[in-house]
């Protein structure tokens, strides 16, 4: 099937293009231009966007989808995540949720992380885990799974805390050869004991353009410089490092560098409720720590076209023109908002429609059609979200009472934003 949208507001990083026909096919944008022809046919749907953004799908560069479980766990402030993690040992009660979510099936963790991703927007995910069989990665979204990765730098020295989550840090960055990605989280943490960290990623030779570095908490200015000077990449979560740490790192700094910074949620575990939610936290969080705003375009690149570029896929998705993968975002234009404050304030219930690779994720319930017609569909269902009727992939509902039933009681965990009455 064919996707028009007309007199459409198409907002990327750099360009905000009005009065433009958007033409989704074969899974890509084929067009995306102010006006011109609009195409028919009898396998075309037009849509009339003149009071619609359309927005590049939202990329989550750093989740664990394993860890897709609430309450947050944590009795923080924490020096290092290696002081957290023993905690996590040594008392059961801080971490019931945690040990709660290890009854839950985990496919089904799976799926709960790619609806938490699905509700906010997002349609690329990065599971940073160990490599698990490919069922778990049979799901609705862009779920990316190849790359290399580590979990922290020390795993050898304190494997009960932290094991390994490849062939060690060495090969694991060989393997990509320069091009894939090797992800590692750094220097969580605000002491000495991980404040090394990075030197000993540099002693190992693995800043590279294609290393991505997760949080850098503790990095001082010789560390940016040499983050900055290798090419790697940086990940921001400043939920986690709120809740964890109570302080985040020079991200001010990063960006003065030109290091390429893009936004990451983290794990339901610590951090943000979902990657809108996570937006809203980052640019509180920058205000605060920095006495400065941040501006929106910046934001709205961390979680576009950074993590885009930063992944090796810069040239097909994070971006809405022509010949990139047909990922949309479609909100409501508010009239007393720019384009990007609309975005920021943006629920759950307020998208219109979201697709991947030009099928539909979820949206209004007007929808319900477009859903159905894809034959090789896994199937849809309906689903009320902030009183609004909406329509999504899958069965989102379904899962959650598996859940209920896997645990024995009822829950209902809020990056899941549809209804209660829905349960019932």
């Keep these: 099937m064919r996707i028009v949208f007309v007199n459409a507001t198409v907002v990327n990083t750099d360009t905000t293009l009005s009065d433009c026909t958007v033409v989704v096919e074969h899974g890509k944008f084929e067009r995306v231009e102010p006006g011109g022809p609009i195409p028919g ?13 359309l927005f590049p799908g939202l990329i989550n560069i750093h ?49 709960l992380g790619t609806y938490k991703n699905l509700f906010s927007g997002v349609t690329t995910v990065v599971d940073h885990y160990v490599r698990l069989d490919s069922s778990f990665y049979q799901l609705p979204i ?41 992800i590692i989280h750094v220097e969580e943490g605000v002491d000495e004991e991980t404040g090394t960290e990075l030197r000993r990623l540099e002693q190992l030779g693995v ?25 790697c990449h940086m990940v921001w979560c400043p939920a986690t490092h709120e809740f964890l740490y109570r302080r985040t790192g020079n991200v001010a700094r ?6 390429n910074t893009s936004l990451g949620t983290d794990s339901s575990l610590t951090g943000g409720l979902n990657l809108l939610d996570e937006m809203r936290t980052a640019q509180r969080c ?11 375009e910046v934001l709205f690149g961390m979680v576009t076209s950074n993590p885009a570029r930063a992944l090796g896929m810069g040239d097909t998705i994070g971006r809405v023109e022509r010949g990139f993968a047909a990922d949309l975002l479609v909100l409501e234009r508010d009239t007393d908002r720019a384009p990007l404050e609309t975005l920021l304030q943006a629920e759950p219930k307020d998208i219109v429609l979201l697709l991947q690779d030009g099928q539909p994720r979820f949206g209004d319930e007007r929808f319900q059609w477009l859903f159905e017609s894809d034959p090789q569909s896994i199937g849809s269902s309906p689903v009320i979200v902030g009183g609004r009727a909406k329509w999504v992939v899958g069965d989102p509902v379904g899962l959650l009472r598996a859940v209920q039933g896997d645990i024995g009681r009822r829950y209902r965990p809020a990056f899941l934003p549809f209804d209660d009455s829905e349960l019932n």
Excluded at 209 to 227: K, M, R, S, W, Y
Aim: hydrophobic share 35%; proline share 6%; with cysteine.
């Design 41 to 53: 046919g009898p396998d075309t749907a037009t849509f009339d966007a003149g009071d619609w953004l």
């Design 207 to 231: 800043l590279a353009q294609n290393t991505i570095l997760i949080h850098g908490i503790g990095f001082d200015e010789e560390d940016i410089a040499l983050v900055a000077q290798c090419g």
């Design 142 to 182: 862009r779920l990316i799974t190849e790359f290399g990765r580590e979990g922290v730098v020390r795993s050898h020295r304190e494997p009960q805390l932290w094991p390994s989550w490849g062939e060690g840090i060495v090969e694991e960055f060989r393997k990509c050869r320069g091009i894939s990605p090797f």
């Design 63 to 111: 989740d664990h989808l394993r860890g897709s479980w609430l309450p947050r766990c944590g009795n923080g402030p924490y020096e290092n995540v290696y002081q957290w993690l023993r905690e996590l040992h040594a008392k059961p009660s801080v971490f019931a949720p945690a040990r709660e979510r290890d009854r839950i099936d985990g496919h089904r963790l799976y799926w």
């Design 254 to 259: 990063w960006l003065e560098l030109g290091i």
């Design 286 to 296: 920058y205000s605060q720590t920095f006495g400065q705003s941040l501006r929106l």
